[in-house]
């Protein structure tokens, strides 16, 4: 029997993963007169329930209001001044507004990508979800393309000038940078969060972040009436060990329900899950004619609120240097995305990494003084609270 014959597509940019990273490129990039196509291996259902970030930093809230795409955020989301540090009987205010003068939005990563896929199929982007099979091929030639399976199992070929892996932890352009050619650091922490979402109003303003003897734990929210908590767990927890009875009882010790009248209200928990925490860096983020973006090239625990962000930043950048690559023939902003790209990266995975190592607790008496000291130092230091606020409210991008 003769094989089917592959069907053939033809684009400038061709995008693996139709997250919020690619499909933000696919618009920016869109806005530059160069066409992209984007490829994903879920279908358009499972990428937009993922329930990830929900805080956006003024970088990327500008970002998107420059590109058109903060219609809904600036009438839903919630503008928050700071958060709050918290350890037993203290609980303190970082006004980042005081500090630096910049404001974190709360609208989660769902939120983004149904105002993202809206914009993109109001403009008629080309978007292949449920495919498989998905394989980068000549990279280091000036005709790279990708080849994968159809949902109606059709093999296919998308031909390019560039490709960009927006895939994240587990797609395929990740390792198609050859083993030779790429280094990556990597830090597993020993603990992971468990995480709910829960249809009772937010108990606090701003986010809470709490050190406590039992573990760490956050007071996050979704919206004025649902509410995201996270408790520190051991790695390895299963989420049927914990009962929503055992979690709000945490969730209320950790927190300090009944300090200074405080009262953490629980509700009805709709979602459960166990987070991993690691850093993870992989160089360089350019490779031939692919660029990889997001988590794709690095990835971070989530105690910084950085992960959706530093995604974001990524495509800033490489969108223009792409255009003006393709568009006018500079190649010169293209071949320093890199470089530029990692400076943003590491910065945020040290900030995320001090974060995360300042709220967790390890179980060794002299770490928790430690951490106990540093904390006073950033609630009780101008130097210290601005230098929080500045890495968290978020960093110019391009920094």
Known sequence: MTPSPVLEERTRVAIIGAGPSGMLLAHLLAQRGVESVVLESRSEEYVASRIRAGILEQSTVDLLREAGLAGRLDREAQEHRGIYLQWPEERHHLDFVALTGRTVHVYGQTEV??????????????????????????????????????????????????????????????????????????????????????????????????????????????????????????????????????????????????QDGWQLTPGPVTEKSVLPMRSFVQTPMR?????????????????????????????????????????DGDRRPAEAYAETALRRVWRCTHFSWWMTSMLHTSGDPFDAQLQLSQLRWVASSEAGATGLAENYAGLPIGF
């Open 287 to 327: 490779h031939g004619r692919l660029f990889l973006a997001g988590d794709a090239g690095h990835i971070v625990p989530p105690t910084g609120a950085k992960g959706l962000n530093l995604a974001v930043a990524d495509v800033g950048l490489l969108a223009p240097a792409l255009a003006a690559w393709l568009v």
């Open 113 to 258: 990508q149904k105002d993202l896929v809206a914009a993109r199929t109001a403009a008629g982007q080309r978007v292949h979800y449920e495919i498989g099979d998905t394989a980068l091929h000549d990279l280091e030639s000036d005709h790279p393309s990708v080849t994968f399976t159809d949902r109606a199992g059709r093999a296919r070929r998308v031909a390019a000038e560039v490709v960009v892996g927006c895939d994240g932890s587990f797609g395929p352009s990740r390792a198609a940078v050859p083993e030779a050619a790429r280094r990556t650091w990597e830090k597993t922490y020993p603990y992971s969060w468990l995480g709910i979402l829960a249809d009772v109003a937010p108990s606090t303003d701003e986010l809470i972040y709490a050190w406590h003897p039992d573990g760490f734990a956050m007071h996050s929210m979704r919206s004025s009436t649902v509410s995201r908590l996270y408790l520190q767990v051991p790695n390895g927890t299963d989420v049927d060990d914990w009962s929503d009875d055992r979690i709000w009882e945490a969730l209320a010790t950790r927190l300090g329900h009944g």
